[in-house]
Nanobody, 126 residues
């Protein structure tokens, strides 16, 4: 059974950085999409960044391009989201997700993802 555990959230000031981690357990994930999504109160869940395993092709939402970086460790059991120059509008619950094999390009659509972490809260104050 696949289990994803998100950690690393916290409260920071605008301009600071955080790194989120997502540890996966269960059957080894050889090929497919992994992504980070976020959901602010009263808003729909939105895709932030995705990466195609094992090749490392990435896809970012326009709102985070140049500030956020998605990556995985060499063992491919931990997914990261490095968030720099955080803004108050980045405040949300962040979730990691695992999807099926897309063939190379990972979309940021919630329907493409099957397994989800429990979420970790990120709060950015001005």
């Amino acid at each position: 059974q696949v289990q994803l555990v998100d950690t690393g959230g916290g409260s920071v000031q605008a301009g600071e950085s955080l790194r989120l981690s997502c540890v996966a357990s269960g059957p080894k994930f050889i090929r497919g999409c992994m992504a980070w999504f976020r959901q602010a109160p009263g808003k729909e869940r939105e895709g932030v960044a995705a990466i195609y395993i094992p090749h490392g092709y990435t896809n970012y939402a326009d709102s985070v391009k140049g500030r956020f970086t998605i990556s995985q460790d060499d063992v491919k059991t931990t997914l990261y989201l490095q968030m720099n120059t955080l803004k108050p509008e980045d405040t949300a619950m962040y979730y990691c997700a695992r999807g099926a094999d897309s063939g190379g390009f990972c979309r940021l659509w919630t329907d493409d993802y099957i397994h989800w972490g429990q979420g970790t809260q990120v709060t950015v104050s001005s």
